[in-house]
């Protein structure tokens, strides 16, 4: 069993920046592949950005790509996401998730465990 909670949401104006973090506690973090998705009103749970905790290979959405960073410190267990340049389509809920496993999967029904959600919203 593994526990996510995320942190690090807020306010924000367009062009901005925000820094998101999940702690992982239970099992090792060592284990997993970890996840950020992000779901606005109305509208479905998407992926954002994932990275295998031993690896170095990261995947992200087209939508974030050469805005956001996804990144980990082994000694806090905890994963970040760092957002930069903020537009108001970035306003969502966000979420943390994690899997058993080393392969990267991007579908919400790949992850198993999830924290609760931090919400950001970017005004224009």
């Known amino acids: 069993q593994v526990h996510l909670e995320e942190s690090g949401g807020g306010l924000v104006q367009a062009g901005g920046s925000l820094t998101l973090s999940c702690a992982v506690s239970g099992r090792p973090a060592s284990s997993y592949a970890m996840s950020w998705f992000r779901q606005a009103p109305g509208k479905e749970r998407v992926f954002v950005a994932a990275?295998?905790?031993?690896?170095?290979?990261?995947q992200y959405a087209d939508s974030v790509k050469g805005r956001f960073t996804i990144s980990r410190d082994n000694a806090k267990n905890t994963v970040y996401l760092q957002m930069n340049s903020l537009t108001p389509e970035d306003t969502a809920v966000y979420y943390c998730a994690a899997r058993l496993s080393r392969v990267i999967r991007t579908g919400v029904d790949d992850y198993a465990y999830w924290g609760q959600g931090t919400q950001v919203t970017v005004s224009s």
């Open positions: 990275m295998y905790w031993l690896g170095t290979s990261t």
